[in-house]
């Protein structure tokens, strides 16, 4: 095949791609791929940009496999390691970054392609970008590679055998933010020129480069911890993988918002707890145990993960003495969840789960404390009285209905008119009348509940009722108003990240919410949400501790918000009163048909002036 008039490169790939004769074609990729390392011509980062856009579109394709891909790009990354004289010259500083990245997406489905890799020699080189003898960008794609390379069970051996490669993993994923953070969104002067360009795509702008940052920085502890996780299933790793420290920071790695493929920090405690061996390091550290059961609470997709692990601990005897005081609180909360994705009958494996804890700790010398004990003890009478109800008359069962909503409506009354302790009251004793097939009521009653702990400042009781109302409600963890009290009491516990999802989850249900006062609302997101949502994305902000760390922050966007820093947010103590009745009326939820007649009378008067705190009190009841 003759090249085109008008191509300046000798033996250019994109031409060989163009031969017609599939014999020739191949011979001349052979060639292509054994010649491109050792020569030093202008505008290879071409052909290499156009084989890393095949990578991606195509990544089971086994062409390039066979021709040799994997050898002409480890022996690439060397060049670029060894010859910065080489790398500095035309557009070669992006080749490493591509052939790390090639390497990775031509191994991420294919174990067959994955022996041909380690074949070929691409551990070492990808080892020296995981060290940083590049920058953080070429790191990000060799972490990746090698996290790919060790979740085959025929490659796993190669990684294993370089012991280091764990030891810098762990390293890149406590420091991955404070990296990308003081290396390229502090200082936008000092930004390399080319790390932009990989960004954006061409798409430029300061402003994009620093999100596109955040969600790098983000895939580079998810792609850490993933690797961290291929260890993880092998006991012999848990020493160097369970250090205090690092076991500390997993709780708090939420990376997998970005990069849904990852474990995140919750999903390696998860494989850690899992082995016999990685439980007690687990279950000494008491901040690690209180993180799990706040995840275990929350309303998120990994949920399943951190009930898991509670409830490995508890069932363990070697851990259950030592976290039976955190866990079991949780883990009551929890107790009525019928079902969560896969898992089924969840909420009866907590209550057999409890139950065998409660009759362990009996024979222990590490007995449970009183309030743990009273608090199983509640969960094992629930059971038996609802074998008791399944024998009772229906008739019987309407008239302790009928009781209960009696004495919720004088909760509300007292509700209104101040007297918050009392309305507490009034809704505790109608939790003990509602039979407990009634889940509906019940999850209206707990939420009520949790707006009068929120009042009376006792955020802990305000979690376990609104938890105890998600997982009554159906579908699980849906119910609007208990959404946003839990929300509001993360946020008084100083809990940013716990608070911002349950916002975010409030306001999906807002978005998605028939109620007809909303439906008239071009906007039917509540001011109030959105304040909380900012507040606590400034606090939940990604390289927040890395910017407090290195002494301040820069401003994002024309409205000069300032990410990380401390804004004065007074006028929130009032968002659960007044501007919750000037938000969307009666609120989210589909159980009106509990409040009483005033309360609706009361309503439809509330149309333009703002409220009194007393029928802010009324219009936020259920």
């Known amino acids: 095949m003759e090249k085109p008039a008008d191509c300046p490169y000798p033996g250019c790939f994109f031409c060989v791609m163009k031969e017609d004769n599939p014999s020739k074609r191949r011979a001349s990729i052979l060639k292509y791929f054994r010649e491109l390392p050792s020569q030093d011509d202008d505008g290879q980062v071409l052909p290499i940009s156009g084989l890393w856009n095949t990578a991606m579109a195509h990544p089971n394709d086994p062409e390039f496999i066979e021709l040799g891909i994997f050898e002409c790009m480890s022996a690439l990354i060397w060049k670029g390691l060894k010859n910065r004289r080489w790398l500095s010259h035309d557009q070669n500083i992006y080749i490493p970054y591509y052939a790390a990245h090639i390497i990775g997406s031509y191994t991420m489905n294919m174990e067959e392609f994955a022996e041909r890799a380690v074949h070929a020699g691409v551990i070492q080189p990808l080892i020296e970008l995981l060290r940083g003898r590049l920058t953080w960008v070429e790191q990000r794609v060799a972490v990746r590679a090698l996290g790919h390379l060790a979740t085959y069970p025929s490659t796993f051996a190669a990684i294993a055998s370089h012991a280091e490669i764990l030891e810098l993993s762990i390293q890149l994923a406590m420091s991955s933010l404070e990296i990308v953070y003081s290396h390229f969104y502090q200082y936008v002067d000092r930004r390399l020129s080319y790390h932009c360009d990989l960004l954006t795509r061409g798409m430029g702008g300061v402003e994009m480069e620093s999100r596109k940052a955040e969600e790098w920085a983000s895939q580079l502890q998810c792609w850490a911890l993933q690797l961290i996780n291929c260890f993880a299933f092998k006991a012999d790793f848990l020493p160097t993988i369970c250090n205090t420290e690092f076991l500390v920071k997993l709780t708090g790695m939420w990376g997998g918002l970005v990069n849904e493929n990852s474990p995140a920090g919750i999903g390696l405690l998860r494989t850690i707890c899992h082995h016999k061996a990685g439980r007690g390091p687990v279950a000494s550290c008491p901040d690690i ?106 008739e019987d069962l309407h008239i302790k209905q009928a009781a209960a909503l009696v004495v919720k409506l004088e909760g509300n009354s007292l509700f209104s008119s101040g007297n918050i302790s009392g309305a507490a009251s009034k809704y505790s004793e109608a939790i003990a009348l509602c039979p407990m097939r009634s889940k509906r009521e019940r999850a209206v009653l707990y939420s009520n509940r949790s707006q009068c702990f929120l009042l009376l400042q006792q955020p802990l009781a305000a979690i376990s009722d609104a938890t105890r109302a998600l997982c009554l409600h159906s579908p699980i963890n849906r119910h609007a108003k208990s959404l946003w009290r839990r929300a509001q009491a993360y946020d008084m516990l100083g809990l940013a990240k716990e608070s911002l999802l349950d916002a975010i989850l409030f306001i999906n249900e807002c978005s998605q919410s028939s109620d007809p006062d909303l439906s008239m609302r071009q906007n039917k997101v509540p001011d109030y949400a959105e304040r909380l949502v900012k507040k606590q994305m400034r606090a939940a902000w990604l390289f927040r501790e890395a910017a407090m760390k290195h002494g301040g922050v820069r401003c994002e966007g024309e409205s000069h918000n300032v990410y990380g820093q401390e804004t004065d947010d007074s006028e929130w103590e009032t968002v659960s009163e007044s501007d919750i009745a000037n938000d969307g009326g009666r609120g989210m939820d589909d159980d009106d048909d509990n409040d009483d007649d005033e309360d609706e009378a009361e309503d439809e008067g509330i149309k333009g002036d703002k409220p009194s705190r007393r029928s802010a009190r009324r219009r936020f009841l259920s």
Do not use: F
């Not at 409830?311 to 019928?338: C, F, G, R, Y």
């Not at 404390?369 to 009478?381: H, N, Y």
């Not at 009285?385 to 229906?394: D, S, T």
């Open 289 to 394: 145990v209180e993180a799990l059961c706040n995840i275990a609470r929350s309303s998120d997709d990994w949920q399943y993960m951190a009930i898991d692990c509670l409830l490995w601990l508890l069932q363990d005897p070697n851990t259950s003495h030592k976290v039976a005081n955190k866990a079991v609180p949780a883990l009551v909360d929890l107790s009525e969840i019928t079902s969560l994705g896969d898992y089924k009958k969840l909420g009866e494996s907590i209550v057999n789960a409890l139950e065998e804890c409660m009759q362990s700790q009996s024979t222990s010398c590490n007995p449970l404390d009183g309030q743990t004990k009273e608090l199983i003890e509640e969960v094992l009478s629930s059971r038996q009285r609802m074998k008791r109800e399944k024998g009772m008359p229906k």
